[in-house]
């Protein structure tokens, strides 16, 4: 299995654009969870989907932020329009099989100038 | 928001050192997870726990499940070199949660 899929790995935009961050769950995952990672706050759970259908999204930060899961096999979050305060390493994460592990992809690091 | 007090939160060790870190809570939880995160990457999960006691071990890694499940630890024993990274705690219930990391350097 190829892991979690996230892309791009790198996004460096200004002030104001749109960001799309995507990801790929392992197959057969039925749970999918976006984190944000920064020095100051550590890992921040943003939003996660449960069988495709947003469960809880209380830590997206505002109306800036957006997320989907329009199928079990692909995932995004919106950010729109992009502030500085964003930069941040975006990971995507997933659950499921045996045990229900939560894996990680390798992340998204946005520098938003 | 995190309800997982992990510590120490750096630790500057001599290679063949054994290394010990743990995490806290005030809640019980079923689940307790170890992850190891290196520069430029996501977190990789070292090692999952299911039950209260339970002592699970991977290479020189060691783990246990508290007894009250509000607690874990993880013990790495002749640290070399390539254990050098930030070392996160988790927990779950019907989310995770996460412990704010032990960054962990090991000096040749």
């Known amino acids: 299995d190829a892991g979690v899929i996230q892309s791009p790995r790198h996004e460096v935009t200004e002030m104001g654009q749109e960001v799309t961050l995507r990801c790929k769950p392992i197959?057969?995952?039925?749970?999918l969870f976006w984190y944000r990672q920064t020095m100051m706050r550590g890992l921040e759970l943003l939003i996660y989907?449960?069988?495709?259908?947003?469960?809880?999204d209380s830590g997206m930060p505002e109306d800036r932020f957006s997320a989907k899961m329009p199928n079990a096999s692909f995932s995004t979050l919106k950010i729109q329009p992009s502030e500085p305060r964003d930069s941040a390493v975006y990971f995507c994460a997933t659950r499921g099989g045996a045990g229900e592990k939560l894996l990680f992809g390798s992340g998204t690091q946005l520098s938003v100038l | 928001g995190q309800q997982l007090n992990q510590s120490p939160q750096s630790m500057f060790i001599q290679e063949g050192e054994d290394v010990s870190m743990n995490c806290t809570s005030s809640s019980i939880f079923n689940t307790w997870l170890w992850y190891k995160q290196e520069p430029g990457e996501g977190p990789v999960l070292l090692i999952a726990l299911y039950k209260a006691g339970e002592l699970t071990s991977n290479g020189r890694l060691t783990a246990q499940f508290g007894i009250t499940r509000k607690d874990s630890f993880l013990n790495i024993s002749a640290s070399i070199p390539s254990d050098v990274g930030i070392y996160f705690c988790a927990a779950t219930g019907n989310q995770f949660y996460f412990g704010t990391g032990t960054s962990l350097t090991v000096i040749p």
């Open positions: 197959s057969g995952h039925n749970s």
């Open positions: 989907f449960n069988n495709n259908v947003p469960i809880d």
